[in-house]
């Protein structure tokens, strides 16, 4: 997931990359205010991760899934899905700017080309170019402008010349404490508000203190979301690099 998406895939990238480089310097931002924007970016990730997490698709019905995701670096990804039964086994993987999807029933791998990064990822309001486009705010974004609420820094940032990003304009919001993220706005290049991401459940989970639910709601679409929580989660831990293979996609 984008930016911050990840993990979730969640996510979705939320779960990549290493805690330990400084951010990039934000001409619109004192660099403190720039430094905790980096720190809520990174704050569920690591060199790698393995975990569960459960994602629910309210659309016109409600859909459910268990998966088990795996990631390292920003650019290794690998989910599958433990239930519900007609949906067991199927499963993606990222690793740099390709995508795969498996079908077991067909026994069948799938290349997405270019023409199907809009489509839905698994029926949700992530897109398969939310996994492939992994967003690192300290490249890709500079400080428009912040301020303070209550305890919390928002934060407007736009993208910096050329860089491949999506989004015109996201909106951050962080509790100023800890880190930890509350919500992103996401807006198109005219200003629209396009969707929201919200923070919730903060809880202790593989010794990091993070949100354990995030909720992605289409500004378009009010009575839709797509929900991730994640129930067991492990970082840096040492996942061979066979994991993210077509044989591992498979296996």
Not at 37 to 49: E, K, L, P, Q, Y
Not at 60 to 67: D, E, Y
Not at 186 to 205: A, C, I, N, P
């Amino acid at each position: 997931m984008k930016s911050s998406v990840a993990l979730t895939l969640a996510g979705l990238g939320l779960l990549l990359a290493p805690l330990s480089r400084p951010a990039v310097a934000a001409p619109g931002c004192p660099q403190a205010v720039w430094d905790l924007v980096d720190r809520a970016d990174r704050i569920s990730r690591g060199s790698s991760s393995e975990g569960i997490m459960a994602m629910t698709v309210y659309k016109r019905g409600t859909v459910s899934m268990r998966m088990k995701v795996w990631s390292k670096g920003r650019d290794k990804f690998l989910a599958k899905i433990l239930g519900p039964s007609q949906l067991k086994g199927n499963a993606t993987l990222k690793s740099g700017d390709h995508l795969w999807n498996y079908l077991p029933r067909l026994d069948r791998v799938v290349q997405l080309g270019s023409s199907m990064m809009g489509g839905s990822w698994m029926g949700s309001h992530f897109t398969n170019d939310d996994l492939v486009k992994e967003t690192d705010f300290r490249v890709h974004y500079a400080c428009q402008s912040w301020r303070e609420e209550g305890g919390q820094v928002v934060v407007v940032a736009t993208p910096r010349a050329n860089a491949p990003v999506v989004w015109g304009k996201q909106v951050i919001r962080i509790v100023k404490a800890t880190a930890i993220p509350v919500s992103t706005e996401y807006y198109d290049e005219r200003g629209t508000l396009k969707r929201t991401m919200r923070f919730e459940d903060v809880r202790s989970m593989g010794g990091r203190t993070l949100p354990a639910r995030m909720v992605l709601q289409p500004a378009d679409a009010p009575s839709e979301r797509t929900v991730v929580t994640l129930s067991k989660m492990r970082f840096d831990t040492g996942i061979p690099d066979a994991t993210f293979t077509l044989q591992g996609l498979k296996r």
